[in-house]
């Protein structure tokens, strides 16, 4: 039996193993809360979105989100944050799954417009982005991820494309194809025909190839942004 007078010090592996798990549990706990409180911004828009309803949604205590958001703004903008960041994957992922092929400008916007501007998540980010028209504070914390969305997207559209003139700007373009494509998927609802999309996406395809080109041989990812590590609303 251990000497009571000699306690054994406490096992630096065990209580590191131990702190990881709560660390873990932790990080989980901000994943639920995060998680629903997108299903609820994608289901009852952001009037709707309440502590009440994430609780709900997370199937958590009440005072779960207060514990790791220290409000309700807060858990809104890790929502908010987490949305560009997976905005900004998924078009990486479009991009770099295209072949080294002239239809590439083509393909990308195909891609974008279905795996970007066709997602739930896309649909949070509207709901944010409307609803911030008449709320300072969330307007002031959605101009900042704009920003450092901005900037994201332009280094990866100057990594894939260059200009066919000396007048274009390769960023400046994607940027007016995220706002063509945003305004396309908050009509979507009041569209029937599908192929009224495709007819426009054709058209905007060949203004777009009037522009710019894809850069031959780059089959790798854009360059990782200095920021992305930090907070994106931060910036």
């Not at 858990?75 to 994957?89: D, F, G, S």
């Not at 998540?121 to 300072?136: F, G, Q």
């Not at 200009?163 to 940027?175: H, N, Q, R, Y």
């Given at each position: 039996?251990?000497?009571?007078?000699?306690?054994?010090?406490?096992?630096?592996?065990?209580?590191?193993?131990?702190?990881?798990?709560?660390?873990?549990?932790?990080?989980?706990?901000?994943?639920?809360?995060?998680?629903?409180?997108?299903?609820?911004?994608?289901?009852?828009?952001?009037?709707?979105?309440?502590?009440?309803?994430?609780?709900?949604?997370?199937?958590?205590?009440?005072?779960?989100?207060?514990?790791?958001?220290?409000?309700?703004?807060a858990?809104?903008?890790?929502?908010?944050?987490?949305?560009?960041?997976?905005?900004?994957?998924?078009?990486?992922?479009?991009?770099?799954?295209?072949?080294?092929?002239?239809?590439?400008?083509?393909?990308m916007?195909?891609?974008?417009?279905?795996?970007?501007?066709?997602?739930?998540?896309?649909?949070?980010?509207?709901?944010?982005?409307?609803?911030?028209?008449?709320?300072?504070?969330?307007?002031?914390?959605?101009?900042?991820?704009?920003?450092?969305?901005?900037?994201?997207?332009?280094?990866?559209?100057?990594?894939?494309?260059?200009?066919?003139?000396a007048?274009?700007?390769?960023?400046?373009?994607?940027?007016?194809?995220?706002?063509?494509l945003?305004?396309?998927a908050?009509?979507?609802h009041?569209?029937?025909?599908?192929?009224?999309?495709?007819?426009?996406?054709?058209?905007?395809?060949?203004?777009?190839?009037s522009?710019?080109?894809?850069?031959?041989?780059?089959?790798?990812?854009?360059?990782r942004?200095?920021?992305?590590?930090?907070?994106?609303?931060?910036?």
């Amino acid at each position: 039996m251990p000497d009571p007078s000699h306690p054994v010090p406490p096992n630096p592996i065990l209580s590191q193993g131990a702190r990881r798990t709560q660390l873990e549990r932790s990080e989980a706990m901000r994943q639920r809360l995060i998680d629903a409180t997108l299903s609820c911004l994608e289901t009852e828009g952001y009037a709707g979105t309440t502590i009440s309803r994430i609780v709900e949604r997370a199937e958590v205590s009440r005072g779960a989100p207060v514990h790791h958001f220290p409000s309700k703004a807060a858990l809104i903008e890790a929502t908010a944050e987490q949305l560009v960041r997976h905005v900004y994957v998924r078009l990486g992922e479009a991009l770099l799954g295209l072949d080294d092929c002239d239809d590439r400008l083509r393909a990308m916007v195909q891609n974008a417009w279905r795996s970007v501007f066709g997602t739930r998540e896309h649909a949070a980010i509207m709901e944010l982005l409307l609803a911030s028209r008449h709320d300072a504070e969330l307007a002031a914390m959605m101009k900042r991820l704009w920003s450092a969305g901005y900037r994201l997207i332009s280094g990866a559209a100057e990594h894939y494309f260059e200009p066919l003139d000396a007048k274009t700007s390769v960023p400046e373009l994607m940027i007016l194809m995220q706002w063509l494509l945003r305004g396309m998927a908050l009509d979507r609802h009041l569209v029937d025909s599908p192929q009224l999309y495709d007819d426009s996406l054709e058209l905007w395809c060949e203004l777009m190839a009037s522009r710019i080109k894809p850069r031959q041989g780059v089959t790798t990812p854009p360059p990782r942004p200095d920021f992305w590590d930090s907070t994106l609303a931060g910036e």
